[in-house]
């Protein structure tokens, strides 16, 4: 290892001790997390729960589990909870964008005059 990589190495582990200063630029990126983290979260959750649904319908039309759970025909009721599951996941990017939407709308100004201000355009 030459010097150069000694002294890169060793400044990057200084870096990791040394307390950061709290910059406009960190308070733009957690007003910018602060928009997106409510559609991202809904997303995810409300996404999984469809994934959930769709496939429970799909394993009372495929497998014996309905048997199990007492069911004598499986093949109409599995249809129908597969295409509600489908439904939702179908809906769920419109919903993610309507509420990414609404949240810029609501934060846009603020990160407008922060922006304007870290990059000089008073």
Known sequence: MNK????????KIRTQYTEK????LDELK????????????????FGSISAVIMGAGMSLVMTDIGATLGMTQTMLPGI????IGMVMAIANYPMYK???????????DEIMKLSDKIMGNN
């Open 80 to 83: 129908i909870i597969g295409i």
């Open 21 to 24: 200063e709290h910059t406009q």
């Open 98 to 108: 309507n509420i990414l939407n609404s949240r810029k709308n609501k934060y846009a």
């Open 4 to 11: 150069n990589d000694k002294e890169y190495l060793v400044q």
């Open 30 to 45: 957690e007003l910018d997390a602060k928009v997106k983290r409510p559609a991202n979260v809904f997303a995810y959750v």
